[in-house]
């Protein structure tokens, strides 16, 4: 057992064995090294125009591919995601369950069918992307922002608002000033 091995070049291996009598040999082999590093993430978690609900998840990147003779050995074994208000605590129970990305391969590159799901535009998320290939895996984190429009028209409220969504009917909102019906409070 030679545990993990810390090597950037070709490696010789030395091997000895020795009989009941004590007669021995030593052989060598050269050992190929073949570099690895964790898979690559990019990934993004942006909110409809900056400000709604509906929020799509992408990621894509590559993974280091690991070829012997013609074939390479690492792939893609799984895309997946989780998120939690920022709110709460980091904890199994806050967290929502990791769920699987659908993905694709090209060559050492990897890219998953963007999801979208719906996170209350009045709370800030986090989202936890982690891809695993054959030796390891990697978690990266997106924080998705409470959901604040530059400037928002209320058909139902009759109302505008400025950097915020307006709060009263027939009125104006622009952070930190309020104005309904033509007077400010």
């Not at 291996?13 to 570099?35: C, F, H, Q």
């Not at 990897?110 to 990697?138: C, H, P, R, W």
């Amino acid at each position: 057992v030679f545990g993990t091995i810390n090597a950037m070049v070709d490696q010789t291996l030395s091997i000895k064995a020795v009989d009941s009598r004590g007669n021995s040999t030593t052989t060598t082999k050269v050992v190929t090294m073949i570099p690895y590093g964790n898979p690559v993430v990019n990934a993004t978690a942006k909110r409809l125009n900056g400000f709604e609900n509906s929020t799509t998840l992408a990621v894509s990147g590559s993974i280091s591919p690991l070829t012997i003779a013609t074939s390479n050995k690492n792939s893609v074994q799984s895309i997946k995601l989780r998120w939690r208000k920022t709110t709460e605590l980091a904890t199994v129970t806050t967290w929502a369950t990791w769920s699987d990305f659908l993905y694709t391969t090209s060559g050492a590159n990897y890219t998953a069918t963007s999801q979208t799901k719906d996170f209350d535009n009045t709370s800030a998320y986090y989202v936890e992307f982690m891809v695993t290939d054959k030796l390891g895996s990697i978690t990266v984190s997106q924080t998705v922002a409470t959901g604040q429009p530059i400037f928002f028209v209320d058909g139902k409220l009759k109302a505008v608002g400025v950097g915020r969504f307006p709060k009263g009917n027939n009125g104006s909102g622009v952070r930190g000033l309020e104005v309904e019906n033509g007077v400010g409070i």
